[in-house]
Structures are given as structure tokens and as C-alpha cells.
């Protein structure tokens, strides 16, 4: 339970995807797998202190959509693919919302990742309008309010997240006009001039304004937003086939970047088994220095301009071959999507020429990983790393390199992190690039590979000290301090 407005209150939850793909296998039993993501490290540890209910799609598509479809399971019952189960202690429950395989198409793949995702990271020409996308988007934010509806008690606190739910709450509004319900945006805000190629801008204004909060993660977002917020309000064009609910509340915006759980990232880098598998990647890497990429598969994180830069650095400093070793983390994702299938192949193309244009008998630059692994594993990897590359070309706020910082309880590593990256304005002692120049990134690596220890210490402590003061419990006080503003 969560303490709000002097009552106890149930946290539920809402997002896309939750935090465990469902699979069911030949003998028709269901197993289930954790899945990774900068809103899971986020959100997870919230609803495992407070007991909640997350609700989300569970990566199963049906057939068709049965009322039966729709549960509530609690994770201490679920069997992940390893055999584990959750203990009772951080147990919470998730309810599972069913998707058709058209649903899966149109509302996820098309709309909320071909136009929302590339139209909000600034990739507008990979932006597409699709109307029956859109209608199917709707179709399927508006499920999601009415198993929210089904399931909701009158004092429980709704928290949606992120730009698949754009319209929840807009017919969560209509179906319960007292109840208190709150949105958070994970990625950017664009500028009005993006935004504005959006033909259903005024649908999704008004259908966000319906919360009694709002959350961004920059201040930039928030000025977008605003300044988008003040046209709609202005040029009153109504939100087109629409009951215009917006006024119902008045609602409040705040910017709270999110951050992690430092002290159990922390804890673990200090673990024994931790330390002895950190030393086995530094004996396997077999070279002085590990440079480091973690990433979920997407042309907005910018791996393939990374890869690049490194090509460039090779070109110009021979010297530097055999001296270090690039291993890149790569998190399978929107598997079914063209564009990320296109970008798989280019990403392993680009790692097999720079294999071969530089491989010595005993040496190659790139060691590419796809797939994920563990959290002690990755805990492991980012404190046995000498330099974490973060370069996306946008990123809302970007976890990975919050997560490097927390892993360097020996405060050494260096961390070369994007300007387009929403945590750059929280880490002040980072070596800072443009990610779409490569000459940026490779005079960065070589910065960072050659930057003396103990400079390299003395920028390690204070983002750590600025990381360990604003982590994630102190992000999740601020939103609901802001749930306490609100009427
Ligand atoms: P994401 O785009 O998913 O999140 P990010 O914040 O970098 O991006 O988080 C990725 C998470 O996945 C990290 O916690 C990382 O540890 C984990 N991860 C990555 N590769 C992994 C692997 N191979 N195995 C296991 N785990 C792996 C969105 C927005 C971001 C925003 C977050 C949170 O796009 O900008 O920071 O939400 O708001």
C-alpha cells in the first residue's frame, strides 16, 4: 500500500508490456520469462515494496478476445523458464491483458512503434500515418481502461505509463470521473514542430489531460508540452469525434527524471560471486582496457554510429589495436518490426567488416552479445568495464548509464554519454558527444581510454554521490508528492 492524501491506497500500475512474457508450451502449461527494459528497472522494485497490481499485455496473441482471457495472476505462483519462482516477500500480481494478433500488428508494431516511437525520438521520416492503425490503437487503450475499470476500487491510484496508452485515459474518465488517475511519459516531448505532424495531436492532448497528473523526465519535454498544450488551448478545434473531457481536472505537470536502485546495484558489484565473475570477463577480454555498449535493439541508441566511431579510432590509431576490447550487450526487441530486423543485419554487418578489416591471430575489436542476461551477470560486465559507451541519438532518459555509475563501487570507469540523452542533464561529469558524429565518439573513446586515474575517480564519486542521492526511491516520493499536489 502506498500512503497518499491520509488513506492507505493500492497502486495499480499500467503499461504496454509487463515485466514477464507469457509462452505456453507443448504440453499447454504456461512458462513464463523476465523480461528487460528501462521501464521494468524502474518500476519493478515500487510494485514489489507496495504489494500493487501491474496490468499490461503479456506477449501473448490470441485468437480472438474472451472475457476469460483477462486475469489476475500473482508472480509467487509463476514459473520463470529457469524454474525459479518469486518469493512471497516481493511478490505482487499482474493482470494480463489479451491482444489479437491484428491488435499486436497494428496497435503495437504499427502505431505505438512506426509512428509514435520515431515521431517522438525525432525520426519523423520514419514515421508513418495509418488510420486503421490508429483505430486499432484506440481500440486497444480503450480494453485496457475497462479491465482497469473491472478490477479498480475506488481509492486506488491509477498510474498509466508511456505513449501506448496515449488514449487510456481518456475512456478511463468516462467510465469513473472521480477516480484519481496519473500518467507518466517514459521517452521525449517533441517540439510543436514534430509533434504537429501528428494528424491525431488534439486526441491525444486531450485524452492525457484528463489525468489528474502528468511526469516527464526533462524540463525540455515539459516546455514541449506546454507549449503544445497552450495551441490546443488556444485554437480549440476539439478533439474530433470526441466527448471533450478535458476540464473535468485540472491537471499538474511535473519533471522527475526517473533513476535505479543504486544500494542493490551497489550491494551486488561488492558480491563475491560478483568479483569473481568480473574477474573472469577482464581474464577473458584478454586485452588492457574493456570498453562497454548495453542496449535494447533500436535505431534510436545509436549502435551502429558507435560502431562507427570505433572504426574511425582503429583508422587513425593503429597503435590502439590489441590494446582494448568493445563487447556490445544487445537486448532482443520488437522482433516482427522491418525496421529492427533491417537493423539487426546492418548492426552484424558493420561488426563483421570491423572484425575483419582489424583482427590480429589472437585479437578481434567487437565481441557482440545478443540476447539478455541476468542482473548479477550485467552488474558484473559494467563494473569489469573500463568505459561504458551510451550514445543514443534520443533517449528519454537512458538507465544503462546510471547503472554503469552504480556498478563502480571502486569508483574508477568512465562513462561517454550523449548529448540527446535525457540524463545528461543529471551527470555532470561524464565525457559528453554528439552522437551523430563519429569523429565526436572516436575522439571520446580516446579520450576516455587515455584519461588518468585519478581524474577518472574524481569524476566517478560525484556522479556517484549525485546517482546514490537521487535513485529510485527518491524519484517514486517526488511523483506521488506531485500525486499530493494534485486536486
Ligand atoms: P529503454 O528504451 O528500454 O527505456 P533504458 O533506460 O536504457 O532504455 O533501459 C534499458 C534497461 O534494460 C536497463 O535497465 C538495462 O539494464 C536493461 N538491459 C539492457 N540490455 C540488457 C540485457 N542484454 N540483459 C538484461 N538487461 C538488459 C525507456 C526509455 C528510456 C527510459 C526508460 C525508463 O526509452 O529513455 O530511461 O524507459 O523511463
Known amino acids: 500500500m502506498i500512503r497518499l492524501k491520509g488513506k492507505d491506497r493500492r497502486l495499480i500500475v499500467v503499461s504496454n508490456r509487463l515485466p514477464f512474457h507469457r509462452f505456453v508450451d507443448d504440453s499447454g502449461k504456461d512458462v513464463w520469462k523476465k523480461a528487460a527494459g528501462g521501464l521494468i528497472t524502474g518500476l519493478e522494485p515500487i510494485l514489489k515494496k507496495c504489494k500493487g497490481i501491474w496490468l499490461g499485455w503479456d506477449g501473448i496473441r490470441t485468437e480472438g478476445i474472451r472475457k476469460e482471457d483477462f486475469r489476475l495472476v500473482d508472480i509467487a505462483e509463476i514459473e520463470s523458464e529457469e524454474g525459479e519462482k518469486a518469493c512471497k516477500a516481493c511478490s505482487y500480481q499482474i493482470g494480463c491483458v489479451p491482444l489479437t494478433e491484428k491488435e499486436f500488428d497494428e496497435y503495437y508494431n504499427r502505431f505505438s512503434n512506426g509512428t509514435l516511437w520515431a515521431l517522438f525520438h525525432y525520426f519523423f521520416e520514419k514515421s508513418f500515418i495509418d488510420y486503421s492503425a490508429w483505430r486499432t490503437y484506440c481500440e ?5 481502461a475497462e479491465y482497469i475499470h473491472e478490477i479498480a476500487e475506488d481509492d486506488d491510484i491509477i498510474w498509466i505509463q508511456d505513449f501506448h496508452l496515449f488514449m487510456t485515459p481518456y475512456y478511463l ?20 514542430d514534430i509533434f504537429s505532424i501528428l494528424p491525431w495531436q488534439d486526441q491525444i492532448l486531450g485524452s492525457i489531460l484528463c489525468c489528474n497528473t502528468i511526469g516527464f523526465h526533462h524540463k525540455q519535454y515539459l516546455r514541449n508540452f506546454n507549449e503544445a498544450v497552450r495551441l490546443y488551448r488556444k485554437e480549440k478545434t476539439g478533439t474530433k469525434g470526441m466527448e471533450t473531457l478535458e476540464g473535468s481536472v485540472n ?6 527524471p526517473i533513476s535505479i536502485d543504486f544500494n542493490a546495484i551497489d550491494r551486488t558489484s561488492r558480491k563475491h560471486e560478483v568479483l569473481e565473475r568480473k574477474k573472469e570477463i577482464i581474464r577473458q577480454a584478454s586485452s588492457p582496457k574493456l570498453i562497454l555498449g548495453v542496449d535494447r535493439i533500436d535505431y534510436s541508441k545509436g ?3 558507435r560502431l562507427l566511431g570505433m572504426e574511425m579510432l582503429l583508422d587513425e590509431h593503429p597503435e590502439l589495436k590489441e590494446q582494448f576490447f568493445y563487447y556490445q550487450l544487445v537486448v532482443p526487441s520488437r522482433e516482427d518490426v522491418e525496421t529492427y530486423i533491417a537493423l539487426k543485419k546492418e548492426i552484424d554487418e558493420i561488426i563483421g567488416r570491423i572484425n575483419g578489416k582489424f583482427a590480429t591471430g589472437l585479437w578481434a575489436p567487437v565481441h557482440y552479445n545478443y540476447g539478455t542476461v541476468t542482473f548479477e551477470e550485467l552488474v ?28 563502480h563501487s571502486d569508483n574508477d570507469g568512465v562513462l561517454v554519454l550523449s548529448r540527446f540523452a535525457g540524463a ?27 584519461m588518468p586515474k585519478t581524474e577518472r575517480k574524481k569524476r566517478m564519486r560525484k556522479m556517484r554521490k549525485n546517482i546514490k542521492h537521487h535513485n529510485i526511491d527518491t524519484w517514486l516520493q517526488n511523483c506521488l508528492r506531485n500525486f499530493e499536489l494534485a486536486q
Open 140 to 144: 486497444v487503450n480503450r480494453r485496457f
Open 303 to 305: 549502435i551502429k554510429e
Open 424 to 450: 545528461i542533464a543529471e551527470i555532470k561529469n561524464c565525457l559528453p558527444v554528439n552522437p551523430y558524429s563519429i569523429e565526436d565518439i572516436a575522439r571520446a573513446i580516446y579520450h576516455a581510454l587515455h
Open 251 to 256: 491537471t499538474h505537470f511535473y519533471v522527475n
Open 173 to 192: 474518465r468516462k467510465l469513473r470521473p472521480n477516480q484519481e488517475i496519473h500518467f507518466f511519459l517514459h521517452i521525449p516531448f517533441p517540439d510543436i
Open 380 to 407: 558484473a560486465l559494467y563494473s569489469a568495464a573500463d568505459v561504458a559507451l551510451v550514445t543514443p541519438l534520443r533517449d528519454g532518459m537512458n538507465l544503462v548509464c546510471k547503472e554503469y555509475v552504480a556498478a
